[in-house]
């Protein structure tokens, strides 16, 4: 614990004028999984430890951190490794404030949450265990995403669902490279052959998040998914939920997906500001 506290301390910070946040959260194993590898991060809710369930909060603070982490390496390991990835994160959540260099501290976080699912492996002698990262920052209305693997962000505005991040996948590699069409890497097999993640032997090399370019909330909505949720859910429907469901989207969007199949564990979280007044859903 110490040693963490070390690494990510920085001098006090002089803090903005708070915000109002809305988040929800849900998780499930799916249909077909005995056991959840998901596991997510989010304030005023943190890490929780159910397979499945629902929750949702409201916050005014100056900034704010979410974070759905999909784990691999069989169904304990990946467990482990998706807990442990959010772990590390909740243990260094107080030294991210709104003043902080996001990206600076996000490289700090993925070279711990990386060392720890590592060490993790080769205690248990496992040849592969870890763990993707899609991660949400938002301070003084701007968003900085940042993800590993293929668990996903969206930006939801005036009916209109846009993906933030680009699926780190053997299928997007062979897209990129005219090997595949689109619809082709998405049925693709290697769709789920992941190539970055958490947990990987980078023997010094180093592991970096990908990283979107900054951009205002305004009165849009954030989804980060695992891929439980966008392989069983088309952008429509997705889009459809987010504009319709008012009271518990998250929810809403996980039981979509065990309708439809529920073939994987799923987990998504919704956030967005309000301004003082403002209803939810008027996006």
Not at 91 to 101: I, P, S, V
């Amino acid at each position: 614990m110490n040693r963490l506290l070390q690494f990510f301390s920085h001098p006090e910070k002089k803090s903005e004028q708070p915000m109002r946040f809305r988040i929800f959260a849900a998780t499930d194993p799916g249909r077909v999984r005995q056991r959840n590898e998901d596991s997510f991060y989010a304030d005023g809710i943190g890490n929780t430890e159910e397979e499945s369930g629902f929750w949702q909060t409201e916050l005014k603070q100056t900034q704010c951190l979410c974070a759905v982490c999909d784990g691999m390496g069989g169904e304990s390991l990946g467990r482990e490794a998706s807990r442990l990835a959010v772990s590390v994160m909740k243990t260094c959540r107080q030294e991210l404030t709104e003043k902080t260099d996001v990206t600076a501290w996000t490289e700090r976080y993925v070279t711990e949450a990386n060392h720890q699912i590592c060490e993790m492996a080769f205690r248990e002698h496992c040849r592969i265990s870890g763990s993707t990262l899609a991660m949400v920052s938002v301070a003084q209305g701007m968003v900085s995403v940042f993800h590993i693997g293929d668990s996903r962000v969206y930006y939801y505005h005036a009916g209109e669902l846009r993906q933030i991040t680009e699926d780190q996948t053997l299928a997007m590699k062979k897209l990129k490279a005219n090997i595949y069409t689109e619809e082709e890497a998405k049925h693709s097999p290697d769709a789920h052959k992941i190539t970055s993640f958490l947990g990987v032997d980078t023997r010094g090399t180093g592991l970096k998040a990908a990283a979107a370019v900054p951009f205002p909330l305004k009165d849009g909505m954030l989804l980060l998914c695992s891929d439980g949720l966008t392989d069983m859910c088309t952008d429509e429907e997705i889009a459809g939920i987010l504009q319709t469901e008012q009271e518990s989207p998250a929810k809403a969007l996980v039981g979509r997906a065990l309708e439809n199949g529920g073939e994987d564990n799923v987990t998504c979280i919704v956030l967005h500001s309000v301004q003082e007044g403002d209803g939810y859903g008027n996006s």
